[in-house]
Nanobody
Framework: QVQLVESGGGLVQAGGSLRLSCAAS????????MGWFRQAPGKERDFVAS???????YYADSVRGRFTISRDNAKNTMDLQMNSLKPEDTAVYYC?????????????????WGQGTQVTISS
């Protein structure tokens, strides 16, 4: 059974950094695309970043240049380094896996989800 577990969320001041991690188990994740999404209170779940099985990366315009997505296929992990954080980055961040090699920004295309980790940025 596929399981995704996020970690690394917390409370930081604007301008600070956080590193989120997603640990995957129950599958051969090196074959699959993975992504990060976030959901703020009262809003829809939004795409943040994704990474293909081969390493191609894509970012939402709102985070490009500040966030970096990476993966370690040997460890079945995916990270999101978040720098220059802003209050509008406050949300629950979710890790997701798509059972295709290429990623997409559409949440409905992902097959497995973690439980989420809270990120709060104070002004």
């Amino acid at each position: 059974q596929v399981q995704l577990v996020e970690s690394g969320g917390g409370l930081v001041q604007a301008g600070g950094s956080l590193r989120l991690s997603c640990a995957a188990s129950g599958g051969i994740f090196s074959r699959y695309a993975m992504g990060w999404f976030r959901q703020a209170p009262g809003k829809e779940r939004d795409f943040v970043a994704s990474i293909w099985s081969g390493g191609n990366t894509y970012y939402a315009d709102s985070v490009r240049g500040r966030f970096t997505i990476s993966r370690d296929n040997a460890k079945n992990t995916m990270d999101l380094q978040m720098n220059s954080l802003k209050p509008e980055d406050t949300a629950v961040y979710y890790c997701a896996v798509r059972t295709e090699s290429w990623s997409t920004k559409f949440a409905e295309a992902y097959d497995y989800w973690g439980q989420g980790t809270q990120v709060t940025i104070s002004s």
